[in-house]
Structure formats: C-alpha cells, structure tokens
C-alpha cells in the first residue's frame, strides 16, 4: 500500500489486487455498510494515523470515496468532514472518480467494460432511464435492491458499452463492484430482462 497525505483532512491510499488477497477481501465487497469494507477502512485509518498523523476528531466525520485506478489497483481517498445536524453518525461513503489534481502520475484510469453496475436512489428513476436504453445493445439485465437503494446490473454487446454508459449516467451512478456481491448479498427484484419490463411499466 501507499499512503499519501494530500492536506490536514485529506490522504490517499493506494490499495493493489495483492493487498486485498493478502486480507482475503475482494473488490465486490468494497461496499458501504458492508462490514468487510467497514473493517478495510478502519484498518487503513490506523495505518495512516501512524503513517502520516491523519486522524477523526470528535466533531468531524470520515468520508471514503473509491475508485479504480487500473486493473490492479484502486485509490482509496479518505476526507475530514466537519460533522452538522442530521448527518451525525451517518456512514459517509461513496464511489467516484478521481479529481485531476488527485490523479498525480496516474495515467491509466479504469474504463467501464461490458458488465457494468448502476445505482439509483428511486425505482422511477431506474423506470426512466430503462425506458431511453436501446434494447439492442444489452445482452442481459437484473434488478437488485440493497440497502433502500436500486442497482441494474447490465451486460452490454462491444458496441452499446459507450452509448448504455452514456444514458444510465444521466439518472444514477456508475460503481466498480461486480453483479456478484448482490447476488450474495442484496435482494432480487427482476432476475432477468430487467430492463425491458421496467420500460414497459411507463404510461402505465
């Protein structure tokens, strides 16, 4: 791992396919409120506190955001933030990609492939974007629910990758995490053609 201090509130940790087979977690588990990923960050907390003196005071919360930066690895961004009334106790967590100027040497960024996941904080929204997607360009689909919270997991052709990304985009969040993990651990709400009978309920 490589830890990094970007400010007082912030530091960056690099985190390689080796460190997490060497903590037995894989990268589907990096989930929020998952209590692998919970243990994983707290372990990473510790070590930046020793590493570069980065630690929470008491009025102030952690926020994690993760993104890939290859194959290989992914960057893991750890920030203070000053707590305010009705976030305490929240669980600050999010996936993103980097800011240009946390990106430093790091040219190789990680590119959506044919299986992406989505999340969208409503089914409508889910419903609306569905609808806009050529039905062409998906292979499969499924619809899982974790956490109060909607995933469509896509399977696109070569050429729909671009165009698919494109669109869920403008609805819901694109995140690094394999169909797997809500397989496992989310609930299955359409297992398959999800994407065809979410379109169909509009007008409806």
Request: hydrophobic residues 40%; contains cysteine.
């Amino acid at each position: 791992m490589k830890i990094k201090k970007i400010n007082d509130d912030k530091v960056q940790i690099i985190i390689t396919n080796q460190d997490l087979e060497e903590r037995n977690f894989k990268k589907w588990e990096l989930m929020p409120l998952s209590p692998k990923a919970q243990e994983l960050f707290q372990d990473l907390l510790d070590m930046a506190y020793h590493e570069c003196g980065f630690q929470i005071e008491e009025d102030s919360q952690l926020m994690v955001e993760a993104y890939p930066l290859s194959v290989d690895s992914i960057a893991v961004i750890m920030t203070k933030v000053r707590s305010s009334r009705g976030t305490e106790n929240a669980n600050l967590f999010t996936f993103g990609q980097p800011d240009e100027e946390e990106e430093d040497d790091e040219e190789s960024c990680f590119e959506r492939g044919t299986g992406q996941v989505w999340n969208f904080g409503d089914l409508e929204t889910c419903i609306q974007a569905c609808n806009r997607l050529v039905p062409d360009y998906l292979e499969a689909s499924a619809l899982y629910k974790y956490f109060d919270e909607y995933y469509l997991a896509v399977i696109t052709i070569d050429l729909g990758i671009e165009d698919v990304a494109a669109i869920l985009g403008e609805y819901g969040d694109w995140i690094p995490v394999d169909e797997v993990f809500f397989k496992e651990h989310g609930q299955i709400l359409i297992e398959r053609e999800a994407v065809p009978n979410l379109a169909s309920l509009i007008g409806k």
